[in-house]
């Protein structure tokens, strides 16, 4: 028997922004709103997708609720 899970809403490469308060970076400035979906990770046990983003030397896991294209 296989689980089927649904899709994820964002893809490889595109484009998103974050919808969650910004990130300061190990600099003290403000990261970039703008992300690259770089790896969509497996759903975890809730069948939650989560994805890491990235912009210039900035690199975050962030969940689907706190990005939108």
């Known amino acids: ?9 964002f893809k490889l490469h595109q484009i998103v ?10 600099r003290g400035t403000i990261a970039p709103s703008e992300y690259e979906i770089i790896r969509v990770m497996p759903a975890d046990a809730n069948g939650e997708i989560s994805y890491r983003v990235r912009a210039g030397q ?10 939108k294209a």
């Open 1 to 9: 028997m296989s689980e089927e899970t649904a899709p994820a809403p």
């Open 58 to 67: 900035s690199e975050l896991s962030v969940r689907a609720y706190e990005i």
């Open 17 to 26: 922004q974050l919808v969650r308060a910004p990130v300061p970076t190990a």
